[in-house]
């Protein structure tokens, strides 16, 4: 089975502080994705990496950046948290042409 | 652009019942239709898809979905609710064809409550 684990479930951070969400997979998989959740709106996509390296804006990358050094962890950063951006993140991974996500089970991010 | 509808935000079924979560989708191109579904405090958990062939889509935990082309739907069903299927459920388009990274695109989400 693929498993996707992301570093905290929970998350507190205050206003300003350099936030990191990790999340690693172990299927080898050349594709993954952050996403966050928000009631009413869905699962919108921040970043996404097709490869080791490689990273392209999703639909609302504004306010994070992202990281992949190694192929199997795909990090998500928030240079500066805002309380805006208090959420669930989801992390997924996916094999290129793939057609089924595999997902965290979730980061939820409090910013006070 | 490609989007996706769940018009209820909430669906209540008695256990013992049939149950149907609504999806229709707008796309250019044919498309490639998903069925996830969240528990509580958990990540999304793939459930089944339409890619071709058959348009009746039979997935995990007994719940089926039908691509009907003509009317933009993909609906999800299940014969009999069982009061462990309360979730939360998502449906979701990808167009294979549209070049480029092909994006997902995600609706806004259907809370399932079977009451017992």
């Known amino acids: 089975d693929v498993k996707v684990t992301q570093s905290s479930r929970y998350l507190v951070k205050r206003t300003g502080e350099k936030v990191f969400l990790e999340c690693v997979q172990d299927?080898?998989?050349?594709?993954m994705f952050w996403y966050r959740q928000d009631p009413g709106l869905g699962l919108r996509l921040i970043y996404f990496?097709?490869?080791?390296?490689?990273?392209e804006k999703g639909d609302i990358p504004e306010g994070y950046s992202v990281s992949r050094e190694k192929k199997e962890r795909f990090s998500l950063i928030l240079e500066s948290a805002s309380t805006n951006q208090t959420s669930m993140y989801l992390c997924a991974s996916r094999l290129p042409g793939g057609d089924t996500q595999y997902f965290g089970p979730g980061t939820r991010l409090t910013v006070l | 652009a490609q989007s996706v509808a769940q018009p209820e935000d909430q669906v209540n079924v008695a256990e013992g019942n049939p149950l149907t979560v609504k999806c229709t989708y707008s796309?250019?191109?044919?498309?490639?239709l998903f069925w996830y579904v969240q528990y509580p405090n958990r990540g999304l958990q793939f459930l089944l898809k339409y890619i071709t062939g058959d348009n009746l889509v039979k997935g995990s935990y007994g719940f089926e979905a039908e691509f009907n082309k003509s009317q933009t739907s993909f609906h999800l069903k299940k014969p009999s609710a069982l009061v462990s299927d309360s979730a939360l459920y998502f449906c979701?388009?990808?167009?294979?064809?549209?070049?480029?990274?092909?994006?997902?695109?995600f609706g806004t989400g259907t809370k399932l409550q079977v009451i017992p």
């Open positions: 979701a388009v990808r167009v294979p064809d549209s070049g480029g990274y092909q994006k997902v695109t």
């Open positions: 299927m080898d998989h050349e594709n």
């Open positions: 796309v250019s191109g044919n498309p490639y």
């Open positions: 990496s097709y490869d080791v390296k490689m990273k």
